[in-house]
């Protein structure tokens, strides 16, 4: 009997630990016409889960092509190595990084050029 208590203790602690596989989480802000954080660091192997948050009321995206190639994508999607967000959204996606430095912009028409860049550096 103490043993199948010590079982049920044991699992029930393996269950319940905190942290246990479950990805950090970065909130990048995405506005007219930037990012922040600026630059963005992230671990390398580790899960992370990005939640990139509009708060401008215009559609803007995160362009990071060789950042999502490279990343094994958990969940969500960055097709053609963007996250488009129109005005006010909020999207996720949970990616394992690869150690590198990226280099991210909006693909809009001169956003990157009136400031919308960001760097990745992953270690």
Not at 18 to 28: E, H, I, N, R
Not at 78 to 103: D, F, H, N, Q, S
């Amino acid at each position: 009997m103490r043993s199948f208590r010590f079982l049920g203790t044991a699992l029930l602690l393996a269950i319940s630990a905190p942290g246990a596989a479950q990805p950090a989480s970065y909130v990048v802000q995405v506005y007219s016409y930037g990012f922040t954080p600026r630059p963005i660091h992230l671990a390398a192997g580790r899960p992370v889960t990005l939640t990139f948050v509009n708060s401008s009321g215009n559609g803007h995206d995160f362009t990071a092509k060789s950042f999502f190639a490279s990343s094994r994508i958990i969940t969500g999607a960055a097709p053609g190595g963007e996250i488009e967000l129109a005005g006010g959204e909020t999207r996720r996606i949970t990616l394992v990084p690869r150690v590198g430095v990226y280099k991210a912009h909006c693909s809009h028409f001169l956003h990157a050029t009136m400031g919308m860049t960001d760097q990745i550096i992953v270690n």
